[in-house]
Each structure stands twice: as C-alpha cells, then as structure tokens.
C-alpha cells in the first residue's frame, strides 16, 4: 500500500470573465481555484498555485503548517490562475523545483513578460496580482517521483486551454486534473471552438482510462468531493455546448440556452465570455 496522502486547499474569488454579464445570475459570480497538495512521511508535491498576493500567502502558511518538506510543484498548464504564486512558494523553498511541460513553459514566459501581465491580466484583477511572477522549469520525461512513488503526466492537448495536462498518481489513485474536470462550474469556454470542444472530450476519456478513484477538479465548490463522476458531468455540459452552438443564432440565445440546462453552475460570466466568443455580433 502506497504510502502517499494528498489534501486540497481552496479560495474562493471574482472571476476574471464576470463583468457585464446579463442580468439574473449575479449571486453566482464567484470561482474557486483549487491546488493539491500531495505528500508522504517527509516531502511534499504541490500542483498549481493560485492568483493573487493574498491567496499565495495563505497557501505557503499552509504548506508550512503541513510540515512537510516542499519537493515540486508541478504546473499543469499556461493559465495564470495555476502558476502566479509560484515565486513566493520557491523563495520559501529554495531547494524546491517548480516544473511543467516544455509547451507550458514557453506559454508562461510569454505570459508574465510585463507588457502581457499589464495589458491582459492587471485590468481584470487590479492591485491583486504578486509584484513578481517567474515561469517553471522544463520537466524532462513523462514523470517524477515522491518518496519513490511515480507522478505521471497526462497530456490532455486542448482543455480549456492549449496544451494542457493532467498529473495521476497511480498508487492512490489520484488524478490532479487541472482544468480538464469542472465541478459545478461553468466550464471556460473561450479558447475552444468545436473542433478543441472534440479535443476536451478526449482529454475526458483519457482521464476516465485511467479508472481513477478520485479526480481533483481545478475549478469547484469551497468542499470538494473530488468525485470521478465529475467527468461525466463536464462531458455532458461540453456536449450540450456543442449542441446549443447549433442550435442559437446570438450570443444571448447561446447564454440563456446553456443556462436553461445548467442553472445552478457557478460563474456564469465564464459562459457569457464563451457565447460572445463563439457568436461575435
């Protein structure tokens, strides 16, 4: 029996793609990150960090408090809402070795150039942001190792991204799945057209594959149940965006549609940066 443990973190914040979105669903205006913290009788993995200067100060308290020695964090793809905290985390841990794919490195130097972090992600989280962003390392391989235990990567391709990926830990079987797995979250849609849609319902069932007992969304609820059944859920929702894409005309017509068959789903502006997306006026 492995001997491998992980435990969630969760923070709850504004959504980057909430502004101005039609009127009714204003009390879900709200996301949550998610990382994972993946450990063992000394050292520690950690998968994604989060957003903002704040939130990146609560999470190194409580990778501290874990009292485990900080290895890897591990960085599963170019959004920045996985990878802004890395800097604070490293200078705590300076022996630690932050790592990713090499597509996901090159996404995240181009992404904390200055001009990039001013122009895309400052106005949408203004005064939030940490003053210093670094990008990972390349990992050489498919894998690492914990205390002797394999981390593997899953290349997902297209998520809700380009060149996404997935970290399976097969003596517990756990699956990190980045974003690939929404839990109650609108799914965020903007970078996909139909053919990168195709593309994500692979990356599910390359992830339902691997017969995981427990799958860690990277978007959710403030509790998650990390459920497998997460992955039939977002496989449903992206197959009812493929479906009412074909059947709306307008952007409010894709919107209403889409919210008409997932009411309760949190972060709606999310859905509304994707129907202005798919339907330009």
């Known amino acids: 029996m492995s001997k491998l443990e992980w435990k969630l973190l969760t923070k709850k914040r504004g959504s980057s793609t909430s502004q101005g979105i039609p009127p009714g669903k204003e009390d879900l205006l709200w996301v949550t990150g998610t990382v994972t913290l993946i450990y063992g009788e000394r050292d520690a993995v950690l998968v994604d960090t989060f957003l903002s200067e704040q939130h990146s100060k609560e999470l190194l308290e409580w990778v501290v408090e874990s009292g485990k020695n900080l290895k890897t964090i591990y960085v599963t793809h170019a959004h920045g809402d996985h990878y802004f905290g890395l800097k604070r985390l490293l200078d705590k841990f300076p022996d630690a070795k932050a ?23 400052e106005p949408r989280f203004p005064g939030q942001l940490p003053s210093q962003l670094v990008a990972p390392e ?3 391989g498919d894998a690492f190792y ?4 394999e981390l593997r990567v899953v290349q997902l391709g297209h998520t809700d991204t380009s060149h ?18 929404y839990n109650n979250t609108h799914l965020y849609l903007a970078e996909c057209d139909e053919e990168a849609c195709d593309e994500w319902l692979r990356a599910l069932d390359k992830i339902e594959s ?18 497998p059944r997460h992955i039939g859920e977002t496989r449903r929702y992206l197959r009812d965006f493929v479906a009412s894409l074909a059947s709306t005309t307008t952007a409010i017509e894709l919107y209403e549609a889409m919210l008409s068959l997932h009411p309760g789903r949190v972060n709606p502006g999310s859905l509304w940066a994707a129907a202005k997306a798919s339907k330009p006026s």
């Not at 914990?146 to 235990?149: A, D, K, P, T």
């Not at 996404?164 to 974003?179: E, K």
């Open 138 to 140: 390349v990992l050489e």
């Open 210 to 227: 691997l017969h995981p007992e427990a799958v860690v969304a990277g978007h959710g609820v403030l509790d998650p149940d990390s459920s």
């Open 164 to 181: 996404s990926t997935a970290l399976h830990v097969p003596s517990i079987g756990l699956v990190v799945s980045g974003d690939c797995v």
């Open 99 to 121: 790592i990713a794919t090499a597509p996901v490195v090159a996404a995240i130097r181009d992404q904390i150039k200055p001009e990039y972090v001013q122009s895309f992600w």
């Open 146 to 149: 914990l205390e002797g235990e």
